[in-house]
């Protein structure tokens, strides 16, 4: 799975530090790219060389929250290859069902300790890299 790249929306300093140090335990040669609000990752998304192969977006930001972002996403036609991870303390009703009616591929409440967020990493990076054919746009 080298060459990976993962994008990850998320504006609180200790989940970015937390989710780097998943992804790192796990082996996982991917590369993350941080974004600390919505605006912050759009604008990296309108980079025209810059594409990622898998979305982990928390809801709760400033600027630019995640249901925003999804709204976004889902008017860009181009945006409906790459799979949108909510990864979020939300875990009410109106914000699952919100996140998928805004075409979230998946809906995880953040976990409450590293081993079960190191777990949850190393199942995404299983099912999404190992499992699934993702869509190549470069094809």
């Known amino acids: 799975m080298p060459g990976k790249r993962i994008l990850i929306i998320e504006d609180d300093l200790d989940d970015q530090f937390l989710l780097s140090e998943a992804f790192q335990n796990s082996h996982c040669r991917c590369e993350l790219d941080f974004a600390g609000d919505g605006r912050q990752a759009l604008v990296k998304m309108d980079q025209s060389e810059y594409w990622p192969d898998l979305i982990i977006l928390d809801l709760n930001m400033p600027v630019m929250n995640g ?11 181009s945006m409906a290859r790459v799979p949108v991870i909510v990864l979020t303390t939300a875990a009410d009703s109106n914000s699952i069902e919100r996140s998928y009616d ?12 590293f081993p079960q967020l190191e777990s949850i990493v190393d199942e995404l990076i299983r099912y999404w890299f190992m499992t699934v054919r993702l869509s190549s746009l470069s094809d």
């Open 67 to 77: 249901f925003e972002v999804l709204s976004h996403f889902q008017a860009a036609k």
């Open 102 to 113: 805004l075409g979230a591929t998946s809906f995880i409440v953040k976990p409450k300790t």
